[in-house]
């Protein structure tokens, strides 16, 4: 089969690779119909996530049919023909973790080694396409996917609804809606969120679904206009960061306390508030003194008002230099963070589309051939071509 393998930082290819095989009793090979690029796999391509192999096969937010079934994959749960999603995070649906809804921890996915323990003192879930340090499982940017514990892991879905409506209930949606959902958002509140990414879109949306009453986008107007047309179409006022003061702006639009809550929906690469800061965490990753750009948390913890609520959807993989934790821990805030509880969010998100109270296909701006992943990467990394959201077609 065809598939998008990592070779190197910046260098992705397809490649023709051997089809996934049935090689435990639960799983199931779904062959996909749409498979997306996310912005979690641009922190591969760039080569911020250690222990990538080349030729591991990329891509964790997929759809298709179910092809084949282990001997052992519940029937009246799963079978062959039935059409699914399947969330990013595999769960084992039996620890404690998973018994209680907290899916991307559970504990029995992430293969010995466990590579995480020593990084993060607990291995967490295994993901599909996501590196050796959750697992190393192929990816779902390719033909087919090996679903392992599939009665749990794959999602039946509805015939009658389109791919692109139902895909992002795999990631981006429940992604947006959980970092939404764990701040109690009241109808008093003022959420503002950074990036307007498609899980930034997505964040926007789940805080005006909860009922906040002022929604605030924040993004680079001069790199992106189009996203911030999109948060705005979506409801949300917008801040543009290239040529606005973005703390001065929150404080204006918060009654001058700041906003009861600010979410990271931007992650590990974002650019500094200022150029000073920029080249600062650019020297410190290049150095090694930090692995990542913690901008954003860090602006996060200024703006948002005492007692207030820093959400972080965006994903970090290590050490962050200089974030204040003076500041948290004087203000009284509460973080709330992980990569998402996706089983957890799908029947609550799944009846929401359902009733058109929320359509996740409007992010979708180019729907291309797996064959064209290389390209597509290279647009939606640049910023090029009003690119959001890529979905890849398998069958093209
Ligand atoms: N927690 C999870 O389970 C989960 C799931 C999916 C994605 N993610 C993460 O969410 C993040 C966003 O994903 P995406 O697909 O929307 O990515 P994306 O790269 O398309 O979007 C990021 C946006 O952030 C903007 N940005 C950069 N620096 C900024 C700053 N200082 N202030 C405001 N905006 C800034 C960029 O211009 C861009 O529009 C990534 O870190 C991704 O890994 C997390
Ligand atoms: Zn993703
Ligand atoms: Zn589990």
Known sequence: MKATVWCAPYKVKVEEVPDPKILNRRDAIVRLTSTCICGSDLHLVDGFVPFMKPGDV???????IVEEVGPDVDSSKLKKGD???????????ECWFC????????????????????????????????????????GAQAQYLRVPIADVNC?????????????????????????????????????AIWGCGPVGQFT??????????????IDNGRMVPERLEMARRSGAITIDNSSEDVYERLLDISGGI??????????????????????????KTWTFGE?????????????VRKCGTVSI????????????????????????????????YVPELLEFIKQGRIDPSFVVTHRVPLSEAPHAYHIFREKLDGCIKVVLDPAA
């Not at 990329?58 to 298709?64: A, D, K, R």
């Not at 692995?291 to 703006?303: D, G, L, S």
């Not at 290590?318 to 996706?342: E, R, Y």
Request: hydrophobic fraction near 35%; glycine fraction near 12%.
């Open 155 to 191: 999602q039946k879905m509805p015939t009658d609804l389109d791919d692109h409506k139902l895909v992002f209930l795999s990631d981006i949606l429940p992604t947006g809606y959980m970092a939404a959902q764990h701040c109690n958002i009241g109808p008093e509140d003022v959420v």
């Open 83 to 93: 059409r699914v999603i399947v969330p990013f995070p595999i769960g084992c649906g």
């Open 313 to 344: 959807p965006g994903v970090y993989g290590g050490l962050s230099d200089k974030i204040p934790v003076g500041a948290l821990m004087n203000k009284g805030l509460t973080i709330k963070t992980g990569q998402t509880h996706v089983h957890k």
């Open 99 to 138: 018994r209680n809804q907290l899916w991307s921890c559970c504990d029995n996915t992430n293969p010995k080694p466990y590579l995480g323990e020593e990084m993060f003192g607990q291995a967490t879930a295994g993901i599909f396409g996501y590196s050796h340090l959750t697992g190393g499982y192929a």
């Open 204 to 217: 926007i949306q789940s805080a005006k679904l909860l009922g906040a009453r002022i929604v605030v986008a």
């Open 58 to 64: 990329i891509g964790h937010e997929p759809m298709g």
């Open 258 to 283: 700041g906003p009861d809550v600010c979410i990271d929906a931007v992650g590990m690469e974002a650019h500094g508030s200022n150029a000073l800061e920029h080249v600062y965490d650019k020297v």
């Open 291 to 303: 692995t990542e750009r913690p901008a954003v948390i860090r602006q996060c913890i200024e703006c």
